[in-house]
């Protein structure tokens, strides 16, 4: 059983940067960071794997980084150039592989409470 914990959402400006952590219990072979803003159903983020190969969505590629500690039980999100449609609740996960791939959209089956992230304009 794995568990997880978010931390390190607040508020920040257009174009600012903000660093999420989450702290995991247990192995997992996939961790990823997901987002649901007010109104919108919940999607994925950034996905990495034990080998630290990573999956981004489209919306946020070139913008977040995502990385893990695997010493320190940790997995990273750093986002840059932020802007106000990147506000949302973002959520942390830990599971398999799906097809051999850590996928954005499913192998996922243990979630954090979530860590809020507010972008102003």
């Known amino acids: 059983h794995v568990q997880v914990a978010e931390s390190g959402g607040g508020s920040v400006q257009s174009g600012g940067s903000l660093t999420l952590s989450c702290e995991y219990t247990g192995r997992s072979d996939c961790l990823g960071w997901f987002r649901q803003a007010p109104g919108k159903e919940r999607e994925g983020v950034a996905t990495?794997?034990?080998?630290?190969?990573?999956t981004y969505a489209d919306s946020v590629n070139g913008r977040f980084t995502i990385s893990r500690d695997n010493a320190k039980n940790t997995v990273y999100l750093h986002m840059s150039s932020l802007k106000p449609e990147d506000t949302a609740m973002y959520y942390c996960a830990a599971g398999g592989r799906y097809g051999g791939t850590c996928l954005l959209q499913y192998g996922m089956e243990y979630w954090g409470n979530g860590t809020l992230v507010t972008v102003s304009s």
């Open positions: 990495i794997d034990t080998d630290s190969s990573t």
